[in-house]
């Protein structure tokens, strides 16, 4: 019964993306970060409806399945309708899978904090990055922004102080350690690879300097 819940958020997003691809069919950046945005919150929501490690797990596997899957028959090209060659979604798709494995019942606030950094963090950054002008740079081919770099570096420090004040973890200059780390990874996004490293990073760090379990 859970699992209605979280399909139904699911097909709620996709939805939502493709009513955006039908105005603005040329902005294939944008339509791809809403799904990257838009799925955050399932996370804590799978955790408020009580969804065990092991569901989570198979039902992570099996997305990372047919996200691998849709790379080669491209059965929806929304996920991965980008201008540059990329495997983020699989990226992303496995991270979790970790992230999952490693903190779901031992440490669910790293979890978050390794997943929002990456969903709103590089999310946004990469919104703000495409559709705001501001001094840029090329960093192994890839094209990073100031303001882009500045709203993952400002995202980040809003996830970790948010989860740590709401959880009453002592907030201290680990904060913005955690957050430049992150910034500094997600700079590294050849192929796709920062969707794996920053979520991995960020958890581990969160988990290492915050939380101590």
């Known amino acids: 019964m ?3 819940f979280i399909f139904i958020y699911i097909f709620i997003i996709f939805f939502i993306s493709i009513i955006y691809k039908r105005f603005n069919p040329n902005n294939k950046e944008a339509l791809r970060k809403i799904i ?17 490690q092991t569901s989570a797990l198979c039902f992570t596997g099996i997305v990372s399945l047919l996200t691998f899957i849709n790379y080669q028959s491209k059965l929806f090209p929304t996920i991965e309708d980008v201008d540059r060659k990329s495997y983020g979604t699989l990226f992303y798709c496995l991270s979790l899978f ?3 494995y490693l903190y779901w019942n031992k440490d ?18 990469g919104l703000i990055g495409k559709n705001f002008q501001s001094k840029s740079w090329f960093f192994f081919n890839q094209k990073k922004s100031l303001f882009g770099t500045m709203t993952m570096f400002i995202t980040s420090l809003i996830v970790i102080f948010g989860l740590s004040y709401f959880q009453k973890y002592s907030l201290n200059i680990n904060i913005f350690f955690i957050a430049f780390i ?11 690879l920062d969707n794996f490293f920053v979520p991995i990073s960020a958890a581990f760090f969160f988990n290492y300097f915050i939380t101590g379990l």
């Open 2 to 4: 859970n699992f209605i």
């Open 36 to 52: 990257h945005i838009g799925i955050g919150p399932l996370i804590p929501l799978a955790k408020f409806l009580d969804v065990d």
């Open 98 to 100: 970790i992230l999952i």
């Open 108 to 125: 669910p606030t790293s979890l978050f904090a390794g997943f929002f950094i990456m969903t709103f963090g590089d999310g946004f950054a």
């Open 182 to 192: 992150s910034t500094v990874i997600e700079q590294f996004s050849i192929f796709g």
